[in-house]
């Protein structure tokens, strides 16, 4: 099993409590969410038609400005699972380090994978994954330069999971009806704050958005999914209030750290990455404070932090960083 955040049992075990008693700053995730609107009981009860799955995808394709087709899938995982299956396997390479799924699943899915440093690394290969902006470390590319790698690879899969506060950085205006060569990943729960609810869209082109459907199967998402979707998606206010207040967030989490002597490796408006000297030390250190970040064994000087919800979260985080 590959290791991810969101999950504080590790530090539990060593230090106690209970979920409830613990600030998890282990994911990107808005500790913010959208305020949920009222679901219908149908949503619950009866499986999601095609038209109402439709719906949502068309809210998000005005919502990420893009020409091409958007597949609701659940959640960007369930995007990066059937990518491997879009080819017939080959050479695929990554550029890294990053979110380890994408090198996971295609692995599994028969790809001979090979994690690349530099973009440039990625011309020839079969199937290229680029993370805009990347997991951990923030890492941005400006959409001429990934639009200009597609035609030099045979897939370019682009995850911007994390754009929604940054939508300068999307790829999705770019793509059209014709676009058969890339495939941008966006997910719903991060930005939103609802990773509960297993939402995420795929934008591709008609051959390409066909061959993702007909592999994900019928009742894509769920009923509650398309009824938070499509009223989440269209909240233009919500959206442009929450970027202002996670950029806020995102400076004076880094004025934090800061003072505690961290570096700022890089990050998004949703999570930050730091050089600590010793990433599992400050991990631990921060725990017997019952607060769960994020370490790397491949980085082993480096702390990922999201971002407290509420003020309470911010003194303990201060409080716990002075100690």
């Given at each position: 099993?590959?290791?991810?955040?969101?999950?504080?049992?590790?530090?539990?075990?060593?230090?106690?409590?209970?979920?409830?008693?613990?600030?998890?700053?282990?994911?990107?995730?808005?500790?913010?969410?959208?305020?949920?609107?009222?679901?219908?009981?149908?949503?619950?009860?009866?499986?999601?038609?095609?038209?109402?799955?439709?719906?949502?995808?068309?809210?998000?394709?005005?919502?990420?400005?893009?020409?091409?087709q958007a597949v609701a899938l659940a959640g960007a995982q369930a995007a990066i699972q059937l990518v491997?299956?879009?080819?017939?396997?080959?050479?695929?390479?990554?550029?890294?380090?990053?979110?380890?799924?994408?090198?996971?699943?295609?692995?599994?899915?028969?790809?001979?994978?090979?994690?690349?440093?530099?973009?440039?690394?990625?011309?020839?290969?079969?199937?290229?994954?680029?993370?805009?902006?990347?997991?951990?470390?923030?890492?941005?590319?400006?959409?001429?330069e990934l639009r200009a790698l597609a035609g030099r690879v045979g897939l370019l899969v682009v995850d911007?999971?994390?754009?929604?506060?940054?939508?300068?950085?999307?790829?999705?205006?770019?793509?059209?009806?014709?676009?058969?060569?890339?495939?941008?990943?966006?997910?719903?729960?991060?930005?939103?704050?609802?990773?509960?609810?297993?939402?995420?869209?795929?934008?591709?082109?008609?051959?390409l958005a066909e061959r993702l459907r007909m592999l994900a199967g019928p009742w894509r998402i769920n009923?509650?999914?398309?009824?938070?979707?499509?009223?989440?998606?269209?909240?233009?206010?919500?959206?442009?209030?929450?970027?202002?207040?996670?950029?806020?967030?995102?400076?004076?989490?880094?004025?934090?750290?800061?003072?505690?002597?961290?570096?700022?490796?890089?990050?998004?408006?949703?999570?930050?990455?730091?050089?600590?000297?010793?990433?599992?030390?400050?991990?631990?250190?921060?725990?017997?404070?019952?607060?769960?970040?994020?370490?790397?064994?491949?980085?082993?000087?480096?702390?990922?932090?999201?971002?407290?919800?509420?003020?309470?979260?911010?003194?303990?985080?201060?409080?716990?960083?002075?100690?």
């Open positions: 099993m590959r290791i991810h955040g969101g999950d504080p049992g590790e530090g539990m075990a060593r230090h106690g409590g209970t979920p409830e008693d613990w600030l998890d700053l282990s994911t990107g995730i808005n500790p913010v969410p959208y305020p949920l609107p009222d679901i219908p009981a149908r949503a619950w009860a009866a499986l999601p038609a095609e038209r109402e799955i439709a719906a949502v995808e068309d809210a998000a394709r005005a919502a990420y400005a893009t020409p091409a491997p299956h879009l080819g017939r396997g080959g050479a695929a390479r990554v550029l890294g380090p990053t979110y380890e799924e994408h090198e996971g699943a295609l692995v599994e899915g028969g790809w001979q994978v090979t994690q690349v440093r530099e973009m440039a690394a990625l011309a020839g290969a079969d199937l290229a994954v680029v993370v805009n902006p990347n997991n951990p470390d923030g890492r941005r590319h400006a959409p001429g911007e999971s994390f754009a929604d506060a940054e939508p300068a950085l999307s790829l999705a205006a770019r793509l059209g009806p014709e676009t058969d060569r890339l495939v941008v990943l966006r997910s719903f729960g991060k930005f939103y704050g609802l990773a509960g609810l297993r939402l995420g869209f795929a934008l591709a082109g008609d051959a009923g509650p999914a398309v009824a938070v979707g499509r009223a989440a998606l269209a909240d233009t206010g919500w959206q442009d209030a929450t970027r202002a207040r996670l950029a806020q967030d995102a400076a004076r989490l880094d004025r934090l750290a800061a003072g505690a002597g961290w570096r700022l490796v890089g990050g998004t408006p949703l999570f930050r990455t730091y050089d600590v000297g010793d990433g599992t030390g400050a991990q631990d250190r921060l725990a017997r404070a019952r607060i769960w970040t994020r370490a790397f064994p491949y980085a082993p000087s480096w702390l990922r932090l999201g971002l407290p919800g509420t003020e309470d979260g911010w003194v303990r985080l201060a409080r716990a960083l002075r100690a």
